[in-house]
């Protein structure tokens, strides 16, 4: 399985994207999505195991307590930092070593449809104000954003599968002060969990399925999402922990990964016990 590092300008991409690619312009995603798509966007060109390259950042973002001025965006799924990852089965959390925010840990293969990659880091006063409002709504806090990034895997499909075979959309919505961070999960149409080579069958299903959640690298602090590494996790777009089916909240400067007040807010219950007993334990914010 190839690793490829590669982003370009959504400007240059659209000259040879394949034919039932998104054209130029905002998509047309699900209401509760950030928008993307933009002029200002970059995609992640297609490929299998591999990574944007190196994305400095305008304004640092604290995660576990740690100061980060830039990421990569993994195309199997994860936003991480120090380093890029192309592993494509989801491993148990705690790692060592691997600092991640993981929207959806599992094998995508962007070669395999016209589903693409877009990121791009805003200021926007739109899109800082929409920020501002959605964290005060969930937290309870008032929170002034500086800068937000947005990383967004639309209409993917994973290894071993096709142009008709399923496809997911989420994306990642990362949102600092330079001091606080919050990180937002949004879901749209999840279809398959697992790709051929981490034991999925034909439909996607099945095997090693994905996982949701972040990774200090410390191999002790962690916060996994209920529904992860099993089968119930495909349905995680009919859940919430904020009140907006589809979407997750969570504050991740600290030592430990924050909730919000808890309002219309569930739970997966894992069809594996060892996915809640390996569970870390988020406080309430």
């Known amino acids: ?59 640092s973002i604290r995660f576990y307590q740690k100061m980060y001025p830039c990421l990569f965006i993994n195309t199997n799924g994860l936003i991480s930092f120090v380093n890029p990852i192309s ?62 990034f947005i990383a967004s895997w639309h209409r993917i499909t994973f290894f071993g599968g096709s142009e008709v075979t399923p496809v997911s959309t989420f994306q990642a919505v990362l949102i600092t002060n330079g001091r606080q961070t919050y990180v937002m999960f949004n879901y749209g149409d999840i279809a398959w969990t697992t790709g051929t080579m981490s034991g999925g069958d034909c439909n996607g299903l099945g095997g090693v399925p994905a996982e949701v959640g972040f990774n200090a690298g410390d191999r002790s602090r962690y916060y996994t999402q209920f529904g992860s590494l099993t089968p119930n996790i495909i349905n995680i777009r009919m859940d919430t922990n904020c009140g907006l089916r589809g979407r997750y909240m969570f504050r991740v400067d600290g030592r430990e990964v924050l909730l919000p007040t808890p309002k219309m807010y569930g739970h997966f219950t894992p069809v594996n016990s060892r996915a809640a007993l390996r569970r870390g334990k988020p406080k309430r914010g």
């Open 1 to 59: 399985m190839a690793v490829f590092e590669l982003s370009v300008s959504i400007l240059a991409v659209c000259a040879f994207l394949p034919t039932g690619a998104p054209a130029l312009g905002f998509i047309d995603a699900p209401m509760h999505f950030y928008p993307y798509g933009c002029q200002e966007d970059k995609v992640v060109l297609p490929n299998d195991d591999g990574h944007s390259g190196q994305i400095p950042l305008s304004c």
């Open 87 to 148: 592993q494509y089965t989801p491993l148990w959390f705690p790692q060592r070593s691997c600092r991640l925010i993981a929207p959806y840990w599992a094998d995508v293969d962007t070669t395999e449809n016209a589903g693409r990659i877009y990121f791009r880091e805003s200021k926007d006063n739109a899109i800082l104000n929409r920020a501002h409002d959605d964290i005060r709504a969930a937290f309870g806090v008032n929170f002034s954003p500086r800068s937000v």
